[in-house]
């Protein structure tokens, strides 16, 4: 986890980039598996929209997340040209579908901003703080508010 | 007083067998899961003796001694090995980084205690 | 932390092992089938979790092993008798050891009261005052020849430590103190290599020479020994003591001794003469002989669970290549004369071997388990006064180690069940006319892919009346429901239902038989119940033989491919429009020899839009549940069967209604489990039965 509050610890942290709904966000590159194109996916019964259903990953039986829905945005129609990204939290591992992936980011620790303060969304609850490159913004995903079971504790 | 061994292993199971073994002949233990944590409990800690595996993460068991045996503090603690090689080579490897005594692994629980009894004069 | 309960679970493992070693003997020393060893066994079981149990400072558990134990050794040196008062007080503190043991494992207080008049029982087999503790006397024997004649023969070994010999953490006092161990020893040290000025003095330089004469040793081996690690770097020498003089006895400290010419000088003693210094410092510890208990002749190994599991995950992913192989053969559509079909079938069958030795290796017979059992049912005996004979059968039978370690509560409480509710006072058994004393047998068998548990009791039978009465009160049930024999005794079954009027503190322990199926289907298992007024009930658990492989049927709904455990299906009916009836506007039965079925739509259950086949274009899955007697699911159409490797979602979802896991197909993709108990009661088939969980009863009031 990107300790962005903490400048006098300023480590070398490289992220993902990634668009989801149209916008910017990136992952951590240490929370990251790997990363494949979609396929088909089996349904699961009772499941919130933004659980698409679950991916054979070698023998394991992984859930997918559209993350736009998940965060707010309309459903992604996912084709062969969508990405999903396959992450690991708290030994939870659970894929992202998103719209494309873009580059790797390294940054200071101390480039990693606290979300300025505004209405809370879906959006905002799902993220860690906001990182500036050039004049372009991207937002870090907090990943542990996406797991499914964060969803049933929840519920 | 009861004496007090260091065991530095970073199979589980291994320090599991050990503590159980060590426990049981009466000596207390702390584990460590690799060498800079032994390093560090070797610091914290007032060890009698130290058993440590060689290939660790981290640290293999040759650096421990080493470092141990280049420390200010109870630079001369008897540190047994515990490795699964055997024979002339490891001998004079062990005995190059300063370690007292060897044990091949799998170890026998009675052969170990008498050692280290020996070791400390338990 | 982690690691420590790692540990207290092997003493607790090990402990589990003990105590059947220790009830099996004392069985045997009731049955009168005892000899010496039996006894010796026991003592070592009972000594062993003592000494195990000091290591954990488990003071309660080990003071009584120590009593206990005390008593055992009394009656394997036959100070005293094997008679039937000391036997039922052997089997008391059986029972107690193995409480202490389960109090110790859930960090319980112990209970002084029970436990305290079983001690003072033991105490008076030892009469009046505390004898003293066993291993003092017991093994005098082992202390090696200090008084022994030191006309055996002898050694004189000297060394001289070097820098080597120190800067790898060695001690020649510990040295000397070891070969003082070995027999009766004489120390000197020869300083005439010590720099004459003190400044020169450097700690880890070789100056000294230590020469020890040792007597009464009959062979070097032991000496060679205390030299293991520094046999090469000490200028070691060791010399037979031949027949001369015999050498000044100094104990502790070692005199000048010119007049001893039979030492060997290893350095050139140019100036004084040795010189006397304090050869060790601290006396030697007494030597303290532990006792070490002889070791089991079983031979096993100890594996890291997570290491089989991942082995098993391995097999798995093994097996459903296997598949792939096979359905990517039957699609290359090769000649039927092909010999890669023979070698396809030689690699199922060696996939399934391994599957299956993999298996055995998690697998555990339930005779633990069942002692516990019986133990517990003592107890409760005990407790309730009232006299029963327990049987088990199938003790041998293996079971999954997990299941074996998840069975235990469940068990427990049905069997306190059984005797606190099943089986009738003496009184009420003689005015009913069977015989005083009341049997519970507890039995495990194995059937066909599945390990059945039974656990019956010759009571008075489920109180059918009293059940309803009870359900109705708690609102579980309409006061005009109407039900059938089969229905009511699953009502012991909904959760907040208990069939004691009064909570008796034997078995109400603020647990029902809600919580019993709730483990037993955790485990994927069912549990039955079948009764006869008069006669008794029995409890039947069926559950899978492993919990990562079952027998399933393929099916397909709504597009999707899942699969139904087989053991859940009774049979499989391709209905003709004349078996189906509507009952109401969508419900439908089915009718099947005679019988009317009701019917669940699975794509219903699963939320999946209304199927476009009419229900006689369907397949009909017959299945036994345990709410209610049976029920068909719809399907769309089922394929073969197969063994599938269980995938849990749990960890990285979560769990989902109606699923009860995943497998992977030959063809890659995920097919969800289908728990046909859950489908079975789900919500959209009584959804205005909120009070009812599970809603287990819809049909039977609607009927």
């Known amino acids: 986890m990107p300790e962005q509050a903490d400048t006098t610890q300023n480590k070398k942290l490289e992220f993902v980039t990634l668009v989801a709904g149209g916008q910017n966000f990136c992952i951590e590159i240490t929370q990251i598996r790997e990363i494949r194109r979609w396929t088909p996916v089996t349904i699961l019964p009772h499941s919130p929209d933004h659980v698409l259903g679950v991916i054979n990953l070698r023998g394991a039986v992984i859930p997918i997340i559209d993350l736009a829905a998940k965060l707010g945005f309309e459903k992604i129609t996912p084709t062969e040209r969508h990405v999903i990204i396959i992450t690991a939290i708290d030994e939870m591992i659970i894929g992202l579908l998103v719209e494309s992936v873009s580059e790797i980011l390294g940054v200071n620790s101390d480039m990693v901003r606290e979300t300025p303060r505004g209405p809370e969304d879906a959006t905002t609850r799902a993220i860690l703080g906001v990182i500036a490159v050039d004049d372009e913004m991207t937002k870090v995903i907090n990943l542990s508010t996406l797991m499914p079971k964060q969803d049933q504790v929840a519920a | 007083m009861t004496t007090h061994i260091l065991a530095i292993d970073d199979s589980r199971t291994i320090r599991s067998l050990l503590t159980m073994t060590l426990e049981d002949a009466g000596f207390s233990v702390t584990t460590a899961v690799d060498g800079v944590d032994g390093i560090n409990k070797f610091k914290e800690t007032d060890a009698d003796l130290v058993i440590t595996d060689v290939n660790m993460p981290n640290k293999d068991g040759f650096g421990v001694i080493e470092d141990i045996r280049g420390g200010d503090k109870n630079r001369g603690v008897p540190v047994l090995v515990l490795t699964t090689e055997s024979g002339a080579a490891l001998k004079e490897r062990a005995r190059k980084a300063g370690a007292t005594g060897w044990i091949v692994k799998p170890f026998d629980d009675d052969s170990l205690v008498s050692v280290i009894r020996r070791l400390t004069g338990a | 932390m982690a690691q420590e309960s790692s540990i207290l679970d092997t003493f607790f493992e090990e402990c589990e092992d003990l105590i059947v070693a220790l009830t099996e003997g004392l069985e045997e020393m009731r049955d009168g089938n005892a000899d010496d060893e039996t006894v010796n066994a026991v003592f070592r079981a009972v000594h062993s979790i003592k000494g195990a149990a000091g290591a954990f400072a488990l003071d309660e558990l080990v003071g009584f092993a120590h009593k206990f134990e005390t008593v055992l050794d009394e009656l394997r040196s036959h100070k005293l008798t094997a008679d039937d008062g000391l036997l039922r007080t052997l089997q008391r503190a059986g029972d107690i050891l193995a409480d ?293 059968e199938g003790e041998a039978t293996e079971v999954d180690k997990t299941v074996v370690e998840r069975l235990a509560d469940p068990l427990t409480h049905m069997i306190r069940n059984a005797i606190d509710h099943g089986i009738e006072t003496p009184e009420k058994r003689v005015a009913a006319g069977k015989s005083r004393q009341g049997k519970l047998r507890l039995s495990a068998s194995q059937r066909a892919g599945s390990i059945v548990i039974e656990i019956a009791d010759d009571g008075a039978g489920l109180n059918r009346l009293r059940i309803r009465d009870i359900a109705i009160e708690k609102g579980l049930i309409a006061s005009d429901a109407v039900l059938t024999d089969q229905e009511i005794d699953h009502l012991l079954f909904a959760p907040g239902f208990s069939t004691a009027a009064e909570v008796t503190n034997l078995s109400g322990r603020g647990v029902g038989m809600d919580v019993v199926k709730t483990a037993i289907t955790a485990l994927g298992g069912r549990i039955a119940i079948s009764t006869v007024p008069g006669e008794g009930t029995t409890f039947s658990i069926t559950l899978p033989l492993t919990l990562a492989v079952m027998d399933g049927m393929i099916i397909t709904v709504g597009g999707q491919t899942m699969v139904v455990p087989i053991s859940s299906i009774l049979e499989t009916v391709r209905p003709s429009p004349g078996d189906l009836s509507k009952l109401g506007l969508k419900s439908e039965l089915l009718r099947i020899r005679g019988e009317y079925v009701p019917i669940i739509d699975l794509a219903e259950q699963l939320g999946q839009p209304p199927s476009d086949k009419t229900m006689a274009e369907r397949v009909l899955l017959l299945i036994q549940t345990e709410a209610i007697a049976q029920c068909a699911i719809a399907v769309d159409d089922i394929f073969d069967q197969r063994q599938v490797v269980v995938k849990s979602m749990h960890n990285n979802y979560g769990d989902i209604e109606g699923v009860s896991g995943a497998t992977i197909l030959g063809d890659g993709k995920i097919a969800l489990i289908i728990d046909p108990d859950a489908i079975a009661s789900g919500p959209a088939v009584a959804p205005q039965l909120t009070q009812l969980p599970e809603g287990d009863l819809s049909h039977a009031r609607a009927s």
């Open chain 3, 100 to 392: 202490l043991v389960d109090d110790a494992r859930d960090q319980r207080p112990a209970n002084r009261d029970v436990v305290d008049p079983v001690l003072a029982e033991l105490q008076g087999f030892l009469g009046p005052e505390e004898e003293a503790p066993a291993e003092e006397f017991v093994f005098e024997a082992l202390s090696l020849g200090f008084d022994d004649d030191d006309d055996e023969g002898g050694y004189i070994v000297s060394f001289t430590p070097g820098a080597e010999f120190y800067a790898t953490g060695n001690d020649p006092a510990l040295i000397i103190s070891a070969l003082k161990e070995l027999g009766k020893a004489s120390v000197t040290v020869d300083t005439t290599g010590l720099p004459t000025e003190f400044a020169d003095f450097q700690w880890d330089k070789g100056y000294l020479t230590w020469t020890v004469e040792i007597t009464g040793l009959m062979t070097d081996l032991p000496i060679h020994e205390v030299f293991q690690f520094v046999d090469d770097i000490c200028a070691l020498s060791i010399t037979p003591l031949d027949a001369g003089p015999p050498a000044i006895d100094l104990p502790d400290i070692a005199e000048p001794d010119p007049t001893s010419p039979a030492r060997p000088e290893p350095i050139a003693a140019v100036a004084p003469p040795p010189e006397a210094i304090e050869a060790t410092p601290a006396p030697a510890p007494k030597k303290e002989e532990t006792e070490r208990p002889a070791k089991k002749a079983a031979s096993t190994l100890r594996v890291d669970p997570e290491r089989v599991d991942r082995l098993i995950n391995a097999v798995g992913e093994l097996i459903i290549n296997q598949s792939v192989i096979s359905q990517r053969l039957q699609e290359a559509a090769l000649p039927n004369s092909s010999e890669i079909f023979a070698d396809l079938d030689d690699y199922k069958l060696l996939a399934r071997e391994i599957q299956e030795g993999v298996m055995a290796i998690r697998a555990q017979p339930v005779k633990p388990l069942f002692q516990r059992m019986m133990r517990i049912a003592r107890e409760a005996s005990d407790a309730t006064g009232k006299d029963v004979e327990v049987v088990t």
